[in-house]
């Protein structure tokens, strides 16, 4: 049972009060910490010569920011130095990465989430989860990674802007904190966060319509041009989910990232382990819900470490609409 807590209290007393085990809290410390560096580098920005590109792609394909290859690094490099790792996933990384054999917990993460941002000043942010390690496989078997999104011990995002915000939950509700910059810590500043039951406002990026399902196409005409109910619909598109998520946590509405006909995005384009898990279970625990092709997404057995997913979370209304609408055509 978790028990309400006041605002602007310290991250480590609220986790305590939370009954969050010891060796946890000191993971997720040891995540913060990268954290602060990657916060302190967004902010110095070209003064830090961290924009622009490498001349490498990633394992998704994708062209490499110097900040994403920055943040990879901090936050592998300190999470192998915390014996109770043992293993780590990210996106920047093809393979497992081996921890500590006797460790208690895999993390998986998303080290820069909307690297297309960075250059522009854009939101950006780093996901993260938390799962119990598996002694039936080896240690740095990527099946530690075949776990269900309901086994999640800890998920969490940082999304850095004009403050950065640390998103956490730990099995009970979805707290916000704020880095206050003059101690170093972050600091409680909402005890609960709650989405809205309906709301008008959507995420998604529109230049997709043309690679959509015919379903999915004819919801959207629908909510954009025919509905009397969504005649007040808004548009808001960050190209970052960790800002898109944030914003329906802060006031609803519902993000999609739909399968479409492109190569490489039938299955879907937002990866399952490191980016819809770890929100989904923010989402649900701020009274919203979220989906994967009409199924719960926590619910997922995972089958690659990379494996992609379409997403559709946020307020239970809209949620149900498009899945309704979708699904049973």
């Keep these: 049972m978790y028990k309400p807590v006041s605002r602007m209290r310290r991250l480590i007393p609220v986790l305590k009060q939370d009954g969050v085990d010891t060796d946890l809290i000191m993971l997720v410390r040891t995540i913060?910490?990268?954290?602060?560096?990657?916060?302190?580098?967004?902010?110095?920005?070209?003064l830090a010569g961290i924009l622009g590109s490498t001349l490498n792609e990633n394992i998704q394909?994708?062209?490499?920011?110097?900040?994403?290859?920055?943040?990879?690094?901090?936050?592998?490099?300190?999470?192998?130095d915390d014996e109770s790792v043992r293993a780590i996933a990210s996106e920047e990384e093809e393979h497992v990465v081996a921890g500590h054999s006797t460790g208690r917990y895999i993390v998986a993460f998303d080290?820069?989430?909307?690297?297309?941002?960075?250059?522009?000043?854009?939101?950006?942010?780093?996901?993260?989860?938390?799962?119990?390690?598996?002694?039936?496989?080896a240690y740095d078997s990527c099946q530690q990674f075949h776990q269900p999104g309901i086994n999640q011990l800890c998920a969490g995002y940082i999304l850095y802007g004009p403050s950065s915000l640390l998103v956490l939950s730990t099995g009970g509700p979805t707290r916000c904190y704020t880095l206050d910059l003059t101690?170093?810590?972050?600091?409680?500043?909402?005890?609960?966060?709650?989405?809205?039951?309906?709301?008008?406002?959507?995420?998604?990026?529109m230049a997709n319509y043309r690679h959509w399902s015919r379903v999915t196409q004819a919801y959207f005409d629908q909510v954009l041009y025919a509905s009397e109910r969504f005649r007040h619909s808004s548009v808001?598109?960050?190209?970052?989910?960790?800002?898109?998520?944030?914003?329906?946590?802060?006031?609803g509405g519902i993000f999609l990232y739909p399968e479409d006909a492109r190569l490489g995005n039938e299955t879907g384009?937002?990866?399952?382990?490191?980016?819809?898990?770890?929100?989904?279970?923010?989402?649900?625990?701020?009274?919203?819900?979220?989906?994967?092709?009409?199924?719960?997404?926590?619910?997922?057995?995972p089958k690659d470490l990379h494996q992609r997913v379409p997403v559709v979370l946020g307020s239970v209304g809209p949620v149900d609409d498009f899945n309704s609408a979708v699904f049973s055509a």
């Excluded at 101690?183 to 959507?202: I, W």
């Excluded at 808001?236 to 006031?251: E, F, I, Y």
């Excluded at 382990?273 to 199924?295: C, D, Q």
């Design 32 to 46: 913060l910490a990268a954290s602060k560096e990657i916060a302190f580098r967004v902010s110095q920005g070209e």
């Design 61 to 80: 394909g994708e062209v490499q920011k110097k900040l994403d290859v920055l943040a990879n690094q901090l936050i592998k490099e300190m999470l192998l």
């Design 111 to 137: 080290p820069l989430d909307g690297s297309s941002n960075i250059d522009v000043n854009g939101q950006i942010g780093t996901i993260f989860t938390v799962y119990p390690a598996r002694e039936d496989v």
């Design 183 to 205: 101690h170093g810590g972050y600091l409680l500043t909402k005890a609960q966060m709650n989405v809205p039951r309906d709301s008008c406002e959507f995420a998604i990026n």
């Design 236 to 251: 808001r598109w960050n190209a970052a989910m960790v800002g898109d998520v944030h914003r329906v946590l802060s006031r």
């Design 269 to 301: 384009k937002l990866r399952l382990l490191y980016e819809a898990n770890p929100l989904s279970l923010l989402i649900e625990k701020a009274g919203g819900k979220a989906t994967s092709s009409g199924r719960r997404t926590l619910e997922i057995m």
